[in-house]
């Protein structure tokens, strides 16, 4: 074989792996170098290397030989390294598949894929049905997960030891094929010294679209988290401050009798709880305590902010009730935690989407797939039996069709399922979204539909009050999410940038920034006033299903549909930590008044309670050096009687309200 023909063998390899500038400096220099040495003077190795590539591409045989050869090199390897190679597995095994796909080896993709999609079935399952469904090459450009994945690269964080053994392992074994994708669609990230523990495994491996170099260019904006000036905490330092322990005896003793009035299940027409809250992608506690204000209130300490939004004015008589039910707030800490009411849905026959609850647990809705939206009043569920006596004249909303009262007040107009609702912070408003791509607002007061909201073209997953009312956002399955006012029915801001449907959304408390969480993965903080990322935050495995912030504005806390929650720094855009212990879907998080402790609702029928103090005190760098893993500790589980948890609140003085569908099966 004669040097023009290696010539040519190259020059078909980088033209078939796409590499155009490289094959335009190689022939350049086969012009310059016409007298260049014939090919009995080539080195041995290159030329075993040269034929090696050139068979590589016409020999499917060798992604399944190559591959599998990994796997078990990876699978005996030494026990304090396993877990740091295992991470590449999953990328190689994905672009392999698609590698045999782009260059139309249908059958033998097939059989690839089937042979070992099992090794990645339980951290990987979503990605796995979509890349199922790649059938030809033109789906890899058609399909925008595939498409990405094929035009990014995954970012991979191991040890140097670690990443020294695999490339001498692949150089040894004359492993071409695995090196050759490997050195193009994966980006190690090697750090000194010795191997991350496994529990930071959620940490090191993500697959992005825009890239970790994009996001953190992103992440370096700056962003103000503080509290508003002159905001209700503001003015509780100004009136006094927390009354004492003999004040707040009193006052709690009024309380707990209406806590008793609440601490009722709630029917519904249609009731009982699926296993999954809102199927979108088959689409179409001792006593708590009582302390004087201290470390643990981290909202009094937080930096102050100007609003750039203009905020409505709150009338003197709602500031004096907040101020008194701020005054009579339990201090929560890892050593007194919430006392809890539930609100069970019952016989919903799998008909409750979502549900929500008033910021003093008085009004609790649900809405459900017959369109219906349906709110319960816990303070007059007692009296429903004395006809005539809450209500004399006939509303169409509270009467059923034989005239009997209803316990519910039943609010009718969209046309498809109600995915999401909210209240405005005063109880007075109502906001529920739906399939029908509208959001509506609801009164309260007068049980009736005020607005029709239209701007989404598909199915609007989640919609939220601003935490100082009139303004409110929305997130939909047309991958935007959109800022609203309640006397405008044209949004604001329309905020896009994510790759696939945005699931969840949660304001800011200083109301200048939304987070929204996305089934791409990731989750975004966005300018209210520009419309402007200020934040992407990576490194979950699966669609972001709730977020929260917390009082001072510092941290957001997400949870997503595996069952992990992660916390983050809003300040700099860097996960804390992960928290693992949930065994299903995270549908719901509240941080308390303090944000000393984080509570969590799951589809596996807990809710855990989690102590934040812990995790922001530690840097993770020290935890390393003691060993300690465990950086955010879970304190107490909640239980359920076969209950998934839908939703979660904290009242302004430390109750914890929380609300599911009763679903035996569960």
């Known amino acids: ?52 590539f050139s068979q590589s591409e016409s020999v499917p045989a060798l992604y399944h030989d190559g591959y599998s050869k990994l796997r078990s090199w990876t699978d005996s390897s030494l026990e304090l390294y396993k877990h740091e190679l295992l991470r590449v597995l999953y990328p190689v095994f994905i672009h392999c598949f698609m590698d045999l796909i782009a260059k139309g080896h249908l059958q033998e993709a097939r059989t690839f894929f089937n ?46 030891y670690s990443s020294e053994l695999l490339l001498e392992y692949l150089h040894k074994t004359q492993s071409i094929m695995m090196l050759g994708i490997i050195n193009e669609y994966i980006d190690f990230q090697v750090s000194p010294g010795q191997p991350s523990s496994i529990a930071d495994d959620a940490e090191a491996f993500s697959l992005v679209g825009s890239g970790q170099d994009a996001a953190n260019l992103i992440n370096q904006k700056e962003i103000h988290w503080g509290l508003l000036e002159d905001s209700i905490e503001d003015r509780l330092d100004k009136t006094g401050g927390m009354l004492s322990d003999s004040e707040k005896t009193e006052g709690e003793a009024k309380e707990g009798e209406m806590d008793e009035s609440k601490k009722k ?16 992608k088959d689409k179409v506690a001792g006593p708590a305590g009582k302390t004087a204000r201290g470390d643990g209130d981290k909202a009094a300490a937080a930096p102050r902010v100007k609003p750039e939004l203009a905020l409505p004015t709150i009338p003197a008589d709602v500031e004096n009730s907040i101020l008194e039910d701020l005054r009579n707030r339990v201090q929560l800490s890892n050593t007194t935690l919430p006392s809890a009411c539930f609100y069970t849905f019952i016989n919903t026959h799998n008909g409750l989407n979502c549900s929500t609850i008033s910021h003093d647990g008085a009004l609790v809705a649900g809405g459900f797939s017959d369109s219906s939206l349906k709110v319960w009043n816990m303070a007059k569920l007692g009296s429903i039996g004395n006809s005539g006596e809450l ?28 995915y999401s609702a909210s209240f405005s912070p005063l109880g007075d408003f109502l906001l529920s979204s739906s399939s029908d791509s509208t959001i509506r607002l609801w009164s309260t007061v007068f049980n009736t539909n005020l607005v029709c909201y239209k701007g989404h073209n598909y199915p609007v997953w989640d919609v939220q009050f601003s935490p100082y009312g009139h303004y409110f956002a929305s997130a939909s399955h047309d991958r935007t999410a959109r800022v609203w006012a309640m006397d405008r029915v044209q949004p604001l801001r329309i905020l896009a940038g994510h790759l696939s449907d945005v699931d969840c959304v949660q304001w800011h408390p200083n109301c200048n920034y939304i987070a929204t969480g996305s089934s791409d993965k990731t989750i975004r903080m966005w300018d209210v006033q520009n419309g402007e990322c200020m934040r992407i935050f990576i490194g979950h495995r699966s669609s972001i299903l709730s977020l929260a912030m917390s009082p001072d504005g510092r941290y957001l806390a997400s949870g997503d549909e595996d069952g992990t929650i992660m916390m983050w720094d809003v300040s700099n855009g860097r996960c804390i930590t992960p928290l693992v212990g949930h065994t299903s879907c995270v549908w719901s998080l509240a941080f308390s008044c303090e944000g000393s402790l984080l509570a969590s609702g799951s589809a596996d029928s807990t809710v855990k309670l989690w102590d934040v103090n812990s995790s922001a005190k530690q840097p993770k760098s020290e935890e390393s050096k003691t060993g300690n893993t465990n950086r955010l500790r879970s304190l107490k589980t909640l239980p359920t009687k076969s209950t998934p948890v839908y939703s979660l609140r904290f009242s302004r003085r430390n109750l914890l309200f929380a609300s599911g569908a009763l679903s035996p099966n569960v």
């Open 115 to 160: 042979t070992f999609r099992g090794d990645h079935e339980m951290m990987h399952s979503r990605d796995l049905t979509k890349l199922e469904g790649v059938l030809s090459p033109s789906h890899l450009e058609e399909m925008e997960f595939a498409h990405t994945l094929r035009q990014s690269k995954v970012k991979i964080k191991i040890c140097q």
């Open 391 to 418: 209500d004399s004249a006939a509303n169409e909303n509270t009467h059923g069709s034989n005239g009997g009262k209803r316990s519910y007040t039943l609010y009718r107009g969209h046309s498809g399922p109600v």
């Open 265 to 280: 299940s709630t029917e519904g027409g249609k009731q009982g709880g699926p296993p999954n809250k809102k199927l979108k």
């Open 1 to 52: 074989m004669d040097k023009e023909d290696y010539d040519k063998m190259i020059l078909k390899y980088l033209r078939r792996r796409g590499f155009t500038q490289t094959e335009q400096i190689f022939q350049q220099e086969q012009q310059n170098n016409k007298n260049a040495a014939d090919a009995s003077q080539l080195d041995p190795d290159l030329t075993k290397q040269i034929i090696s």
